[in-house]
C-alpha cells in the first residue's frame, strides 16, 4: 500500500501555490469581448448628452400618453400618476418630477375636490399638435422612407411590428397602418394583418444616402472613382487610438466593393476570398441607410434586432457598430443602446435638420427649461385669474345692463323675506 502512495506522488505533479495561480491570473492576456469593446471605447460627450435629453423627452411624451388616455378631463390627479412609476420607468417619485418641469407640467389644486391635479401647459400642448400638423405635411416623405425600406427587404415585405417600433424615428403618424399604408394602396399592400408588401419598384428612390456624399467627394476633391465608389464617410472621435497597420486596413475596407443595400444581386457567398468583409460591409450599408432614414439620425439597438431577418443581417449587429466607430457610435445613456450615424451630427445636433426634428427639438428646449424663467409663468397664471374674475356684460343704446330686469324680482323677494 505504501509503494503505490510514493508511485502515486511521483507520477502527480504537485498542485501549483496561490501565489503562482496570482501571478497567472494576473499576467493573463485579457479577453476581447463586444462587452470589453463597448466599455473601452471612446465617448462623445456632445452625443451622450443628447441622448440624456431625448430620453427625458420621450418620457415625456409618454406621460401626455397617459394623460390623454383619461377621457374625465384634461387633467389628472397626482394620486393618480403616483401609480404609474413602474409604468414610466422613474427612480424619482411621479410628483417631483413634475415640479421640476414647469413649463411642461402645471400642478394645481382643483377648485371643488380641493385635491391636487396636473395637466399639460398650453406651450407644450400646442407644440404636439404642431408635431401632428407637420407629420401631416411630411406625409409624402413617409411614404418614401417605408417604400425604401421595402426596397431594401430581401423578399420585399416587412412586418408591421418593427415599423411600430421605429415609428416616430421614422416619422410615422399614429395610425400609419390606415392614414399610410391603406391609403397609398398602389405603393404598398396588406399582405395579412401584421405584413406589409411593395407593390412596385421605383427607381428614383433605388440610390443610397451615402451615394451623394460619394458625388460631392469626386466632384469638390477631385478624388478618383476608385477611391470613391464604395468608400463611406469616416469621422472618428476625439482620443480615438489607432492600432499598428489600422490605417491601412481602413484605406483597403474603404475600396472593397460590396452589394449595395439596393441591389438584387447573388448573395454573397462568404467562404470566398474577402467574403466575409463584403457581407460585413453590405450589413453596414444598410444600416447606414436605415438611419439616414431616420428623423434624428438615431435608434435604438434593440429595434434594430427587429429587421435582421428582413435585411438578411445574419452578423451580430452591437458588435458590427462597434467595429466601426467612424460610421456609428454607440451610446449607453439609459437603459437600452443608441446607435448614432456620426456624419449627421456635430456638437450634438443635427447638421441638416427637417421639420420634424426642429419641432421636436423646440418641445426639448421646452423641457430643458426645468425651472428657469417661471415668473413668466406666474404672470400668466395671475392675468388668467384676473380674466376670469371680471365679470363681462353688454350695454344696450337705452344704457341699460344685460340682465338688469331680474334685479327688481330678487328685491322683491328680499323684502318679502324681511320680517
Given at each position: 500500500m505504501s509503494l503505490v502512495c510514493n508511485l502515486r506522488h511521483r507520477i502527480l505533479p504537485p498542485?501549483?501555490?496561490p501565489l503562482v495561480l496570482f501571478i497567472q491570473r494576473r499576467w493573463k492576456k485579457p479577453t476581447v469581448s463586444a462587452q470589453t469593446r463597448l466599455e473601452d471605447r471612446v465617448r462623445d460627450p456632445h452625443l451622450d448628452k443628447f441622448t440624456t435629453h431625448f430620453k427625458k423627452l420621450d418620457l415625456v411624451l409618454r406621460i401626455h400618453h397617459l394623460m390623454s388616455t383619461r377621457k374625465r378631463g384634461p387633467f389628472v390627479s397626482l394620486t393618480l400618476m403616483s401609480r404609474w412609476r413602474n409604468i414610466l420607468g422613474l427612480h424619482v417619485p411621479v410628483a417631483s418630477?413634475?415640479?421640476?418641469?414647469p413649463h411642461v407640467f402645471h400642478v394645481f389644486t382643483h377648485p371643488l375636490r380641493r385635491n391636487t391635479c396636473c395637466r399639460i401647459t398650453k406651450g407644450m400642448k400646442d407644440l404636439i399638435l404642431l408635431e401632428g400638423v407637420v407629420l401631416k405635411q411630411q406625409q409624402m416623405e413617409a411614404?418614401?422612407?417605408?417604400k425604401k425600406l421595402l426596397m431594401m427587404s430581401v423578399s420585399g415585405t416587412l412586418r408591421l411590428h418593427a415599423l411600430r417600433l421605429i415609428r416616430r424615428e421614422l416619422g410615422l403618424p399614429g395610425d400609419f397602418r390606415d392614414s399610410i399604408l391603406a391609403k397609398y394602396s398602389g405603393d404598398f399592400r396588406l399582405v395579412n394583418l401584421e405584413v406589409v408588401e411593395l407593390v412596385h419598384w421605383d427607381a428614383e428612390l433605388g440610390v443610397a444616402q451615402v451615394e451623394k456624399w460619394r458625388e460631392k467627394e469626386y466632384v469638390e476633391k477631385w478624388l478618383s472613382e476608385f477611391e470613391?465608389?464604395?468608400?463611406?464617410p469616416i469621422s472618428f472621435p476625439t482620443g480615438f487610438k489607432f492600432e499598428?497597420?489600422?490605417r491601412e486596413r481602413l484605406k483597403n475596407w474603404q475600396r472593397l466593393p460590396y452589394t449595395k443595400p439596393y441591389e438584387k444581386k447573388e448573395v454573397v457567398?462568404?467562404?470566398t476570398c474577402g467574403g466575409i468583409e463584403r457581407y460585413e460591409k453590405r450589413a453596414v450599408a444598410v444600416l447606414h441607410e436605415l438611419l439616414s432614414l431616420t428623423v434624428e439620425k438615431m435608434?435604438?439597438?434593440d429595434q434594430l434586432a427587429h429587421f435582421r431577418r428582413d435585411f438578411g443581417i445574419e452578423v451580430n449587429v452591437r458588435e458590427l457598430l462597434l467595429?466601426?466607430?467612424?460610421i456609428f457610435y454607440l451610446s449607453t445613456k439609459g437603459k437600452t443602446l443608441t446607435v448614432f450615424l456620426r456624419e449627421a451630427y456635430r456638437k450634438g445636433g443635427l447638421i441638416e435638420p427637417n421639420p420634424v426634428y426642429e419641432v421636436r427639438r423646440n418641445m426639448l428646449d421646452l423641457v430643458l427649461l426645468g425651472c428657469r424663467k417661471t415668473r413668466q409663468l406666474v404672470a400668466c397664471d395671475e392675468s388668467k385669474e384676473e380674466s376670469s374674475s371680471s365679470v363681462v356684460y353688454e350695454v344696450n343704446e337705452e344704457g341699460e345692463r344685460q340682465g338688469d330686469w331680474v334685479i327688481p324680482f330678487l328685491e322683491n323677494c328680499e323684502e318679502n323675506r324681511s320680517p
Open positions: 498542485s501549483p501555490s418630477f413634475l415640479h421640476k418641469h411614404v418614401k422612407r417605408v470613391t465608389k464604395f468608400a463611406f499598428r497597420g489600422f457567398r462568404v467562404k435608434v435604438e439597438v467595429r466601426h466607430a467612424g
